[in-house]
């Protein structure tokens, strides 16, 4: 069994910064890709940034640039660090892990609201 607890959301005005956070408990053999997705009220979840075991990222189109993931691996964290935030990027966002053996979890998701 494994447990993910994200934290780091809140409201922030335009331009300005937020860092997710995402770590795993439990008996953890190790961790392929994690990732992490947003969810807009009334789209459907979306891939934000996704990094390796070996750390190759990649990106959404629309955050290239702005947004840095990052994994600490003996940590067993992912973190998600935006910048330059914009109203659009208002959502849910989820941390999605793969675990060896345990297979894929999901965040409990921590709403990011961009207003001013």
């Known amino acids: 069994q494994v447990q993910l607890v994200e934290s780091g959301g809140g409201l922030v005005q335009p331009g300005g910064s937020l860092r997710l956070s995402c770590a795993a408990s439990?008996?953890?053999?190790?961790?392929?890709?994690m990732g992490w997705y947003r969810q807009a009220p009334g789209k459907q979840r979306e891939l934000v940034a996704g990094?390796?075991?070996?750390?190759?990222?990649n990106y959404a189109d629309s955050v290239k640039g702005r947004f840095t993931i990052s994994r600490d691996n003996a940590k067993n964290t992912v973190t998600l660090q935006m910048n330059s935030l914009k109203p659009e990027d208002t959502a849910v966002y989820y941390c999605?892990?793969?675990?060896?053996?345990?297979?894929?979890?999901w965040g409990q998701g921590t709403q990011v609201t961009v207003s001013s």
């Open positions: 999605n892990l793969d675990f060896v053996v345990h297979g894929n979890y």
């Open positions: 439990g008996r953890i053999f190790g961790i392929n890709t």
């Open positions: 990094i390796t075991r070996g750390g190759s990222t």
